[in-house]
């Protein structure tokens, strides 16, 4: 047999015509927006701290540079979102044409995990949720009534509106299934992030496996502790 | 051990041709020696479908001795069968039990059509060799050995990934039909020689374009492959081609 003529393009072309740099892009903007979960759930511990502390960390954060930051921000993270959408369509489209015929009696799978098998199922949870959860509490569309008030310096009252949310267990139970969604696909995600990054080998390999589970676990508990700690009373007005 | 004869119900993928409707027919197979291997029960059944005119069960085998990578089937859901580190030829009867139900089907990805029964044509795979995975150098005679010196953890690793036989069962495992374990195997083999520094950037983009073009999925990690892998192959051959891969883009020269 002789050699086939075709040779790879070089670059940033060849590298985003290939599935590799289609997962490489995955893992970055996959990067991003853990970055933004892991500080997001660390920065709503302040629930704990009561409304001033809450309200005002809001309120600077929403004039920090006149606004900038925050809509800077938004366009950056909406952007690695559709990027990382995308790619992830891209891939699960072609890993599912890779195999058109299934295997009649079933394949006996030995080490992977539920999470790795549901990655595009809990994508597509987490990218409702995260629909839902800007028209929740950054537009003030669902629940308008939460969302209107001000505290008494004249600012968003934050603590309230979410607090008052998560007196309603339907709106408290949207929250945890979704961040339960979460969980599992950072689970695996955060782990894979490294693989696909060619940063896995050799001896952080044992580390970089449990990083995934635990950054899961970590955001998991922090964001469910704030509808339980509602429902509960143990956080109220 | 015993050697008392054994019972085994098979259910086999039957199809005549690449593009014919398969099934899943049974087999009743007495008098099976647990001593022998899978294929030669498979070899005892031939015969007696030889013998009631009825079309014998096509396979690929060629060594027999867990070398050649020839003899791909799935058995009972896991590439070359149950046993870790097996090709399905060095897999014995004992392996399982009388009165066992056996499913035997073929790989199924779209790169590795099937040509009959149980047998893939598995030349994507050579493409992909092809492409980019070799040295090109002037042979000569047999060089002397250690005249190129090589630091023993790296002619290790060069070994142990140098044991891929390119039986597909990594492919076979994935649930997105995924070569990344194969051609990561070929890439870290020749990446860790002095011999295959030189085309080493080349390399990996040719044969990672080969994979693409050829159909094969892509890798999300889930590992089936590297468990699958009758020559142990690990996983960090993923993460040597996924490195590779993303510095030999950005390089300039060859
Ligand atoms: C806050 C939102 C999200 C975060 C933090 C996140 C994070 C990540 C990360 C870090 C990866 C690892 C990439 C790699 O394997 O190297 C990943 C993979 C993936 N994500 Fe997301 N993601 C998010 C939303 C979504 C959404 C909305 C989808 C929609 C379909 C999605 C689908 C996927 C898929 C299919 C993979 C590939 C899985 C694999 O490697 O097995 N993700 N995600
Ligand atoms: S990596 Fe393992 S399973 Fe894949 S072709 Fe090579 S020997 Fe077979
Ligand atoms: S027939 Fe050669 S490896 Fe099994």
Redesign the pocket.
Same mark, same amino acid.
């Given at each position: 047999m002789s050699a086939p003529k075709k040779t790879a393009k070089r670059g940033l072309a060849g590298l985003m015509d290939s599935t590799i740099g289609a997962?490489i892009l995955?893992?970055l903007t996959?990067?991003v !927006?853990?970055g933004f979960?892991v500080q997001h759930m660390v920065m709503n511990l302040q629930l704990y701290a009561g409304p001033e502390a809450l309200n005002s960390y809001a309120h600077n954060l929403k004039h920090m540079m006149g606004g900038g930051f925050v809509w800077g921000g938004r366009a950056f993270l909406l952007a690695c979102?559709a990027i %990382?959408?995308q790619m992830?369509m891209k $891939?699960?489209n072609r890993n599912r044409d890779a195999r058109p015929q299934r295997y009649a009696a079933g394949q006996r799978t030995q080490v992977t995990s539920y999470a790795?098998q549901f990655?595009?199922l809990t994508?597509?949870v987490? !990218?409702l949720f995260?629909i839902y959860h800007l028209l929740h509490f950054t537009g003030g569309v669902v629940q308008p009534d939460n969302f209107h008030v001000l505290d008494a310096e004249g600012r968003h009252d934050v603590w309230r509106m979410v607090v008052t949310s998560f007196k309603d267990p339907a709106t408290s139970i949207a929250y945890i299934v979704a961040n339960i969604a !979460?969980a599992f %696909? $950072?689970s %695996? &995600?955060?782990t &894979?992030?490294f693989?696909?990054l060619g940063l896995q080998s050799g001896r952080y390999r044992p580390i970089l496996a449990k990083v995934g589970p635990a950054i899961a676990a970590f955001v998991l508990l922090g964001n469910l502790s704030f509808p339980i700690s509602v429902l509960a009373g143990l956080v109220h007005i | 051990m015993s050697d008392e004869k054994m019972k085994i119900t098979l259910h086999v993928w039957r199809q005549k041709g690449p593009s014919a409707p398969g099934e899943l027919k049974t087999y009743k197979v007495d008098n099976v020696n647990p001593h022998m291997s899978f294929l030669e029960m498979l070899d005892v059944l031939n015969e007696e479908l030889l013998q009631k005119n009825e079309d014998p069960i096509a396979f690929d085998h060629d060594c027999r001795e867990g070398i050649c990578g020839m003899c791909s089937m799935v058995v009972n859901g896991r590439p070359h069968g149950p046993r870790k580190a097996t090709t399905t030829c060095q897999l014995h009867m004992r392996s399982f039990k009388s009165g066992d139900e056996i499913y035997i089907e073929p790989w199924r990805a779209k790169a590795f059509p099937i040509i009959k029964d149980l047998m893939v044509d598995r030349s994507a795979f050579d493409r992909i060799i092809a492409s980019g995975g070799y040295v090109a150098v002037h042979t000569g005679g047999a060089p002397d050995a250690n005249a190129l010196p090589i630091g023993k953890k790296d002619a290790d690793e060069a070994f142990d990934y140098a044991a891929c036989i390119g039986c597909g069962a990594c492919v076979a495992a994935c649930p997105n039909a995924s070569a990344m374990l194969f051609v990561g195997a070929k890439v870290a083999h020749l990446g860790k020689l002095p011999q295959g520094e030189v085309e080493r950037r080349s390399r990996v983009l040719n044969m990672v374009h080969t994979m693409d073009t050829e159909g094969f999925g892509a890798c999300?990690?889930h590992g089936e492959c590297s468990a699958s892998c009758p020559k142990e192959i690990p996983l960090e051959a993923i993460m040597t081609l996924n490195r590779d891969y993303a510095r030999a883009s950005f390089s300039g020269d060859e």
């Amino acid at each position: 047999m002789s050699a086939p003529k075709k040779t790879a393009k070089r670059g940033l072309a060849g590298l985003m015509d290939s599935t590799i740099g289609a997962k490489i892009l995955m893992a970055l903007t996959g990067f991003v !927006l853990v970055g933004f979960v892991v500080q997001h759930m660390v920065m709503n511990l302040q629930l704990y701290a009561g409304p001033e502390a809450l309200n005002s960390y809001a309120h600077n954060l929403k004039h920090m540079m006149g606004g900038g930051f925050v809509w800077g921000g938004r366009a950056f993270l909406l952007a690695c979102i559709a990027i %990382h959408i995308q790619m992830a369509m891209k $891939l699960t489209n072609r890993n599912r044409d890779a195999r058109p015929q299934r295997y009649a009696a079933g394949q006996r799978t030995q080490v992977t995990s539920y999470a790795a098998q549901f990655m595009a199922l809990t994508g597509v949870v987490i !990218l409702l949720f995260v629909i839902y959860h800007l028209l929740h509490f950054t537009g003030g569309v669902v629940q308008p009534d939460n969302f209107h008030v001000l505290d008494a310096e004249g600012r968003h009252d934050v603590w309230r509106m979410v607090v008052t949310s998560f007196k309603d267990p339907a709106t408290s139970i949207a929250y945890i299934v979704a961040n339960i969604a !979460l969980a599992f %696909h $950072l689970s %695996h &995600s955060v782990t &894979s992030m490294f693989a696909t990054l060619g940063l896995q080998s050799g001896r952080y390999r044992p580390i970089l496996a449990k990083v995934g589970p635990a950054i899961a676990a970590f955001v998991l508990l922090g964001n469910l502790s704030f509808p339980i700690s509602v429902l509960a009373g143990l956080v109220h007005i | 051990m015993s050697d008392e004869k054994m019972k085994i119900t098979l259910h086999v993928w039957r199809q005549k041709g690449p593009s014919a409707p398969g099934e899943l027919k049974t087999y009743k197979v007495d008098n099976v020696n647990p001593h022998m291997s899978f294929l030669e029960m498979l070899d005892v059944l031939n015969e007696e479908l030889l013998q009631k005119n009825e079309d014998p069960i096509a396979f690929d085998h060629d060594c027999r001795e867990g070398i050649c990578g020839m003899c791909s089937m799935v058995v009972n859901g896991r590439p070359h069968g149950p046993r870790k580190a097996t090709t399905t030829c060095q897999l014995h009867m004992r392996s399982f039990k009388s009165g066992d139900e056996i499913y035997i089907e073929p790989w199924r990805a779209k790169a590795f059509p099937i040509i009959k029964d149980l047998m893939v044509d598995r030349s994507a795979f050579d493409r992909i060799i092809a492409s980019g995975g070799y040295v090109a150098v002037h042979t000569g005679g047999a060089p002397d050995a250690n005249a190129l010196p090589i630091g023993k953890k790296d002619a290790d690793e060069a070994f142990d990934y140098a044991a891929c036989i390119g039986c597909g069962a990594c492919v076979a495992a994935c649930p997105n039909a995924s070569a990344m374990l194969f051609v990561g195997a070929k890439v870290a083999h020749l990446g860790k020689l002095p011999q295959g520094e030189v085309e080493r950037r080349s390399r990996v983009l040719n044969m990672v374009h080969t994979m693409d073009t050829e159909g094969f999925g892509a890798c999300t990690n889930h590992g089936e492959c590297s468990a699958s892998c009758p020559k142990e192959i690990p996983l960090e051959a993923i993460m040597t081609l996924n490195r590779d891969y993303a510095r030999a883009s950005f390089s300039g020269d060859e």
